[in-house]
T-cell receptor
Framework: GAVVSQHPSRVICKSGTSVKIECRSL??????MFWYRQFPKQSLMLMAT?????????EQGVEKDKFLINHASLTLSTLTVTSAHPEDSSFYIC????????????FGDGTRLSIL | SQQGEEDPQALSIQEGENATMNCSYK?????LQWYRQNSGRGLVHLIL?????REKHSGRLRVTLDTSKKSSSLLITASRAADTASYFC???????????FGKGTRLSVIA
């Protein structure tokens, strides 16, 4: 079945560091990928929609200059948390869908980001 | 904003029992999907049910959809300890749109 790989799985770094998270669709092309954020014991909240070859669409309240998204190819989207602070600590998950419409989205295993 | 609401928020059962989780949503949907998440891991897709479908089965899983009530249920039969996880429903409005997740049900199956 469709596989989405997310890397790294865990990041621990100092405040002020920028962190890049990669999301790859391994055996299919994804024109659209999605980035979610999840706090402990809570549900997933959509942050942004990543479109190949165009600018990402951000949800209300998500700072685009803070969370930079690049979708340079049909199999790779990256999320960069710039100048991360402790309040950015969270679980970040990406998803991708292989075919437009009526297909399940497949999720990466997530990245646990801890900012000290 | 959150669209789906699952209930119960937490469910604890004995191994071998059936587990039923419910999900309600607010607006029209294209598909409704159920996902499972083990602690600290990503989401595993379980079942997708289309808006024109009423019931779907996959192994020990049974999903129903009632669009008139804007609700869905996930039934896990003959539960196992390995079924312990959080279960989320998610809806999409149309096409390749982002999923809107419910708050999830934390299922604990006690051996």
């Amino acid at each position: 079945g469709a596989v989405v790989s997310q890397h790294p799985s865990r990041v621990i770094c100092k405040s002020g560091t920028s962190v890049k998270i990669e999301c790859r669709s391994l055996d299919f092309q994804a024109t659209t990928m999605f980035w979610y954020r999840q706090f402990p014991k809570q549900s997933l909240m959509l942050m942004a929609t990543s479109n190949e070859g165009s600018k990402a669409t951000y949800e209300q309240g998500v700072e685009k200059d803070k969370f930079l998204i690049n979708h340079a190819s049909l199999t790779l989207s990256t999320l960069t948390v710039t100048s991360a602070h402790p309040e950015d600590s969270s679980f970040y998950i990406c998803s991708a869908s292989a075919v437009f419409g009526n297909q399940p989205q497949h999720f990466g295993d997530g990245t646990r980001l801890s900012i000290l | 904003s959150q669209q789906g609401e699952e209930d119960p928020q937490a469910l604890s059962i004995q191994e071998g029992e059936n587990a039923t989780m419910n999900c309600s949503y607010k607006t029209s949907i294209n598909n409704l999907q159920w996902y499972r998440q083990n602690s600290g891991r990503g989401l595993v897709h379980l079942i997708l049910i289309r808006s024109n479908e009423r019931e779907k089965h996959s192994g020990r899983l049974r999903v129903t959809l009632d669009t008139s009530k804007k609700s869905s249920s996930l039934l896990i039969t003959a539960s196992r300890a390995a079924d312990t996880a959080s279960y989320f429903c998610a809806t999409d409005a149309s096409g390749n749109t982002p999923l809107v997740f419910g708050k999830g049900t934390r299922l604990s199956v006690i051996a």
